[in-house]
């Protein structure tokens, strides 16, 4: 059974910084894009990030580009997501993800982890 377990939100200032984790189980990862999707307040869950596993690949959103940075750590069969330069239109759910059709065919969802940047 594939677990996605997120961890790292919590609250920061306009211009501040968090790095989330998302530690993935139960299966192989290979030829996977691990990813995030934020959901804000009555928004849909839109793509941000992910990583094609196997060798590193980065994909990110334009509105994240520059400020967001995705890696992995294969031993620890975790992914990270390095967010600095916060914005107050950051502030969502981050959603954990893994999918192997496409980037954004999402197989398995995390429980997510809440981000919130105060203005």
């Known amino acids: 059974q594939v677990q996605l377990v997120e961890s790292g939100g919590g609250l920061v200032q306009d211009g501040g910084s968090l790095r989330l984790s998302c530690t993935a189980s139960?299966?192989?990862?290979?030829?996977?894009?691990l990813g995030w999707f934020p959901q804000a307040p009555g928004k849909e869950r839109e793509f941000v990030a992910c990583?094609?596993?196997?060798?590193?690949?980065?994909y990110y959103a334009d509105s994240v580009k520059g400020r967001f940075t995705i890696s992995r750590d294969n031993v620890k069969n975790t992914v990270y997501l390095q967010m600095n330069s916060l914005k107050p239109e950051d502030t969502a759910i981050y959603y954990c993800?893994?999918?192997?059709?496409?980037?954004?065919?999402?197989?398995?969802w995390g429980q997510g982890t809440q981000v919130t940047v105060s203005s």
């Open positions: 993800t893994a999918a192997w059709r496409s980037r954004t065919e999402v197989a398995y």
């Open positions: 139960g299966r192989t990862f290979n030829n996977s894009y």
């Open positions: 990583i094609y596993w196997s060798y590193g690949n980065t």
